[in-house]
């Protein structure tokens, strides 16, 4: 992700809370028409052939004749004009338009209402969540024969629509009475009894799946072969007497039937050693479809005291886990001879201290060579036990040689290989021949050099090539980093001028995106825009090859939540705190691909703004603590991505599409001229109803958007709903029944401002809303791909869930209730 000033790199998709544009919002004047209303993105449909045009008047350019019955989406309006955008076909490609419509030819489409239907099914039996009345039919219109408590079990056979003919049993005076009539499934849920046991293994029997509930009329989620354990602490029995086990598999919850699995045999024994005889793995649990917790190369020593079944419980390189006890031999260990009068010996070369006198064994350090040991027994494999910073295991005898023995050796004289890493040369530094300040200097290293260390002495030299010699630097003058730096040769598209033009053709682009694609099954709305990169391009100066790469790298290929739902190709706008709610929202793909050109060629393409650190992708270097180091740190990379990689994964992109023509770029004239900055876009963000958030400190709100008169101010703890957030950071809100403005949240820190309670997001392309929380009923509704919803809120505060499915209760725009899966709605930005 960005730091703050800076445009966010994203992938992932959040809901409210958000990252950093390269101009700061809070300096700009803003202003907004009175009479303009933001719109949600309402369909209408045009009621005759009717002009679009660039603005809301007869006055206006006609852009475009929209035929009748043509479907479009309004999201803004003012008087009875309404600003919408037309998607429509041409030449196979889709064109969308963006203008201006007149209100008398159009009319809103509602979807049609649902049909209700009645269902008959086998006798359940479910539980109220609330006290709910037990009425005379289907409906809140008929009789109410008497009132079921909250946590009452009650069965069925029958449904119409979301309303449930039931059979409610209780006492009265001794006797036992049953009741018979209609309830709303709204609050009930299937009954469940639940009741935890100490624990045990157990195994599968046979293949077997997985549920997302104790009910097989359900989806399963996965299938698993036979011989796949685990640890059981939790026994279910479903409405139907069945019995189920509550498992955890990758993370989830889930239920399997209980005939489906046998109660494996544990065994503890004396701490005894097995060796690989072959590679095999380390699994998190008892069985080979659970994840890899590492390998075990042939070979490998192990120790173990308890066997599941046919696994062996081990802890292996850190990691406690499972290993299959056929892919093992016992191995005993060499006999030991204790040295009672050891002398010194020193490492003759660079050794391992292993675990066991074995080559396969665990590696617990490396020894460099010149390093005093003292040896406590000697093993009858020819062997070493040796205690080295404070760990005890053995090196080989070959490695080692009586110190008496060997000629005198200094002390600060060894040397030892050091792993692979960059660092950063944190002052003029000299190269020495030796490592000794005394020595010759081979050359100056200047301030903010990368290095790659060879090696490293035992008195804090490191091992360097620079400049085309090898010699010594002192390490207290180098810092380990992170480095986007190409460490060589900088002919590559990282370090091209990107103000000057590319050969790519708008067909490499288009087959670049068709590529991934066809690839991941998905559709990019980058699809057939490799025209409007090259004349974009060529408009403001920038090459269009690197446009490309950089919306498709910032986008995931023109699939990512915030390029889908909001236009926004570049993730513009975003703060890493609530990167998709406070990211801008373009009215289309052409406008932002537009706008983020003459943006970067205004700022970071422009040798007289802040933002220029050299006109090409360049890289930043930053240390393991994730702060930059500027002198290592250069071109758009430097202020525009927190990532050191960042131009690196961009000039791959431009790779892939179009290979790097050297002789071409060193002929290329660059495009000085500077454009015009653009304004923030307009564009806003509608919440759904009823959207609570909790003041986390006092807020100045206002009377109008752009107006700072400070008409009221709401102090921390203060309970109020977010109606609207506009692209320049102002959040419209209403308190006590009235509607005020504000653009006191920062949103590069928004949870020290505001706290969402019950936002949602849809995370796929279609969610079913049912009546009830189960996928029996027929849906209701349907929301599609990031929808924001209302979650109902519980008395207490929390989300109304039914934790044992996973559903939450949300309420539609039309007042109507229904429950979704909450494996597809995002929340957890929320505190």
Request: aromatic share 12%; glycine share 8%.
């Given at each position: 992700?960005?730091?703050?000033?800076?445009?966010?790199?994203?992938?992932?998709?959040?809901?409210?809370?958000?990252?950093?544009?390269?101009?700061?919002?809070?300096?700009?004047?803003?202003?907004?028409?009175?009479?303009?209303?933001?719109?949600?993105?309402?369909?209408?449909?045009?009621?005759?052939?009717?002009?679009?045009?660039?603005?809301?008047?007869?006055?206006?350019?006609?852009?475009?004749?929209i035929p009748k019955a043509k479907t479009i989406t309004a999201f803004e309006q003012t008087g009875n004009w309404f600003k919408v955008s037309y998607r429509y076909s041409s030449k196979g490609k889709t064109v969308t338009k963006t203008g201006w419509v007149s209100g008398s030819y159009i009319k809103k489409i509602t979807p049609p209402s649902p049909k209700i239907t009645t269902v008959k099914f086998n006798q359940t039996t479910y539980q109220t969540t609330e006290s709910l009345n037990l009425r005379s039919g289907a409906g809140a219109k008929y009789k109410v024969l008497r009132t079921i408590p909250k946590g009452k079990t009650i069965t069925s056979t029958e449904r119409t629509g979301t309303w449930y003919k039931v059979v409610y049993t209780y006492t009265t005076k001794g006797k036992a009475v049953k009741a018979t009539g209609w309830v709303s499934g709204t609050y009930l849920k299937e009954y469940y009894k639940t009741s935890n046991f100490t624990g045990a293994y157990y195994f599968t029997n046979k293949s077997v799946s997985l549920y997302p509930s104790a009910d097989t009329k359900k989806k399963a989620v996965y299938s698993l072969a036979s011989g796949n354990g685990f640890f059981i602490t939790c026994k279910v029995v479903?409405?139907?007497?069945?019995?189920?086990?509550?498992?955890?598999?990758?993370?989830?919850?889930?239920?399997?039937?209980?005939?489906?699995?046998?109660?494996?045999?544990?065994?503890?024994?004396?701490?005894?050693?097995?060796?690989?005889?072959?590679?095999?793995?380390?699994?998190?649990?008892?069985?080979?479809?659970?994840?890899?917790?590492?390998?075990?190369?042939?070979?490998?020593?192990?120790?173990?005291?308890?066997?599941?079944?046919?696994?062996?419980?081990?802890?292996?390189?850190?990691?406690?886990?499972?290993?299959?006890?056929?892919?093992?031999?016992?191995?005993?260990?060499?006999?030991?001879?204790?040295?009672?009068?050891?002398?010194?010996?020193?490492?003759?070369?660079?050794?391992?201290?292993?675990?066991?006198?074995?080559?396969?064994?665990?590696?617990?350090?490396?020894?460099?060579?010149?390093?005093?040991?003292?040896?406590?027994?000697?093993?009858?494999?020819?062997?070493?036990?040796?205690?080295?910073?404070g760990m005890t295991g053995y090196i080989k005898e070959s490695s080692i040689q009586m110190a008496e023995d060997l000629p005198p050796v200094k002390e600060d004289s060894s040397e030892a290989p050091i792993a692979k890493a960059t660092y950063v040369i944190l002052a003029e530094l000299n190269l020495r021949e030796s490592n000794d300040t005394a020595s010759k200097s081979l050359?100056?290293?200047?301030?903010?050099?990368?290095?790659?260390?060879?090696?490293?002495?035992?008195?804090?030299?490191?091992?360097?090539?620079?400049?085309?010699?090898?010699?010594?630097?002192?390490?207290?003058?180098?810092?380990?980093?992170?480095?986007?730096?190409?460490?060589?040769?900088?002919d590559s598209y990282q370090f091209i001028d990107l103000r000057t033009q590319s050969s790519v053709t708008p067909s490499q682009i288009d087959n670049y995106i068709a590529s991934y694609e066809k690839t991941s099954g998905k559709t990019s709305i980058l699809?057939?825009?490799?025209?409007?990169?090259?004349?974009?391009?060529?408009?403001?100066?920038?090459?269009?090859?690197?446009?490309?790469?950089?919306?498709?790298?910032?986008?995931?290929?023109?699939?990512?939540?915030?390029?889908?739902?909001?236009?926004?190709?570049?993730?513009?706008?975003?703060?890493?705190?609530?990167?998709?709610?406070?990211?801008?929202?373009?009215?289309?793909?052409?406008?932002?691909?537009?706008?983020i050109a003459r943006e970067i060629k205004a700022t970071y393409l422009n040798p007289t703004n802040w933002k220029y650190n050299g006109a090409y992708l360049g890289f930043s270097t930053k240390t393991l603590s994730n702060t930059r180091i500027d002198e290592a740190s250069e071109g758009m990379n430097f202020y525009y991505a927190s990532d050191p990689n960042w131009g690196k994964a961009i000039a791959q992109h431009m790779e892939n599409i179009l290979q790097y023509d050297k002789n071409f770029y060193a002929k290329a004239s660059k495009d000085t001229t500077i454009p015009t900055r653009p304004a923030i876009p307009m564009g806003s963000d509608v919440f759904p109803s009823n959207i609570l958030a909790i003041a986390q400190s006092n807020l100045v709100l206002d009377s109008k958007k752009g107006i700072n008169d400070a008409v009221k101010t709401i102090s921390k703890g203060t309970s109020f709903f977010v109606l609207e957030k506009t692209n320049d950071y102002w959040l419209r809100v209403r308190v006590d029944g009235k509607e005020y403005w504000t653009d006191d949240i920062k949103f590069s820190s928004y949870a020290n401002y505001l706290s969402v309670q019950n936002l949602g997001r849809v995370t796929t392309a279609k969610l079913n809303v049912r009546p009830v929380a189960t996928t029996n009923n027929t849906p209701i509704a349907t929301l599609s791909l990031n929808d924001l919803v209302q979650i109902v809120l519980k008395k207490d505060g929390t989300l109304t869930m039914d934790s044992t499915r996973g559903w939450y209760q949300i309420v539609l725009a039309n007042g109507t209730t229904g429950w979704v899966s909450a494996s597809y709605v995002y929340t957890k930005d929320f505190k």
């Open positions: 992700m960005k730091e703050f000033g800076k445009i966010v790199l994203l992938s992932t998709s959040l809901v409210f809370s958000g990252a950093i544009t390269p101009l700061s919002p809070y300096s700009l004047d803003k202003a907004e028409a009175a009479s303009t209303l933001k719109l949600a993105n309402i369909s209408f449909q045009t009621t005759a052939n009717v002009n679009l045009r660039t603005g809301p008047s007869t006055k206006n350019k006609v852009v475009i004749t479903n409405s139907l007497s069945e019995t189920w086990y509550k498992v955890s598999y990758n993370g989830k919850t889930l239920y399997l039937n209980s005939r489906d699995v046998t109660k494996a045999t544990v065994q503890s024994f004396t701490a005894a050693n097995y060796q690989a005889n072959k590679d095999t793995y380390l699994y998190t649990s008892v069985g080979k479809a659970f994840s890899k917790a590492g390998q075990i190369p042939k070979g490998t020593i192990i120790s173990t005291s308890k066997k599941v079944g046919d696994w062996y419980v081990i802890k292996y390189n850190g990691k406690s886990g499972y290993a299959d006890s056929k892919d093992f031999s016992k191995y005993s260990l060499p006999t030991e001879e204790n040295l009672n009068e050891a002398g010194d010996y020193l490492a003759i070369t660079d050794g391992v201290l292993r675990v066991y006198p074995d080559d396969s064994s665990n590696l617990l350090s490396t020894i460099p060579k010149g390093t005093k040991l003292s040896p406590s027994a000697k093993t009858s494999n020819g062997w070493f036990k040796v205690t080295y910073n050359d100056v290293i200047p301030k903010g050099t990368i290095v790659t260390p060879a090696s490293l002495t035992s008195d804090g030299w490191y091992k360097v090539s620079y400049n085309g010699k090898t010699g010594y630097v002192f390490g207290n003058y180098l810092q380990q980093v992170i480095t986007g730096d190409s460490m060589g040769t900088r699809h057939g825009k490799g025209q409007v990169f090259i004349e974009t391009g060529k408009e403001y100066g920038v090459n269009a090859l690197y446009l490309a790469a950089h919306a498709i790298h910032e986008s995931a290929f023109g699939t990512s939540a915030i390029s889908i739902a909001k236009n926004n190709l570049f993730g513009f706008g975003a703060y890493d705190a609530a990167p998709f709610m406070s990211a801008y929202r373009f009215a289309s793909v052409d406008l932002c691909i537009d706008y």
